[in-house]
């Protein structure tokens, strides 16, 4: 058995997303229709539970921020149209948020499936806390998976998207913690003649030869 063949269903970072067709609170989207933007695709356990509403709220307040990075939010999980329904209106409601992101009722759990969401050892047939980073090419760029009692840091997920934008934008990599407007660092170098020319580079920025910090600005 290969090591893909472990795990068939799960997308890996730098493969297309898998395609879908969804029924959605906003009606059927496809992955397509999110082509002009990047995408954070999560899924959540259940609708009117306790860890998943403080996800939902926090990705609410993290909307705009998103939205001014090029980035749109889907949520998924295995309840239907009306429950997502009902619980947006609750969540507003009750925690005066406004839910203006779509979330998928994969009832069928094919989408949730194809994703690599349903992991049975620690639930049957509710989707674990799964969030897909896709970037405007419809790439898998980055992914993460936290257990049912663990709520996901949404400002984390914010970080990750500009981190990746940085990357694409300025040719860099970013550090453990990076947040937009610090430096970045140089990819490491690959050949004896690049890290040379880094050894040679010197100073504060280049303290040795696999390690040269770089302003964005
Ligand atoms: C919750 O969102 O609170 C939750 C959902 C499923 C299992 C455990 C916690």
């Not at 980035?71 to 998924?76: A, F, Q, T």
């Not at 970045?184 to 040269?212: H, I």
């Amino acid at each position: 058995m290969t090591d893909r063949d472990a795990t068939p269903l799960t997308p890996r970072i730098g493969e297309p997303a898998p395609d879908f067709e969804a029924e959605t609170t906003h009606g059927i989207l496809r992955l397509e229709d999110f082509r002009e933007s990047w995408l954070v695709l999560f899924s959540h356990p259940a609708d009117f539970t306790p860890v998943c509403a403080t996800e939902l709220i926090a990705f609410a307040g993290a909307r705009e921020k998103l939205r001014a990075m090029r980035c749109e939010l889907l949520g998924l999980s295995v309840d239907s149209v009306f429950s997502h329904i009902a619980w947006v209106r609750s969540l507003e409601s009750r925690f005066a948020v406004t839910i203006d992101f779509p979330l998928v009722a994969d009832v069928t759990g094919e989408m949730a499936r194809r994703y690599g969401m349903l992991m049975s050892a620690e639930s049957p047939n509710e989707p674990v806390r799964m969030t897909y980073v896709i970037d405007d090419r419809g790439i898998v760029r980055a992914f993460s998976a936290y257990p049912m009692t663990t709520g996901r840091d949404v400002g984390e997920i914010v970080r990750l998207v500009a981190a990746l934008q940085a990357t694409d934008a300025h040719g860099v990599a970013t550090p453990a913690g990076w947040k937009p407007g610090e430096p970045v660092l140089a990819p490491p170098p690959r050949t004896q003649a690049m890290a040379e020319e880094r050894a040679k580079a010197g100073g504060a920025a280049c303290p040795d030869w696999y390690f040269c910090k770089k302003e964005t600005s």
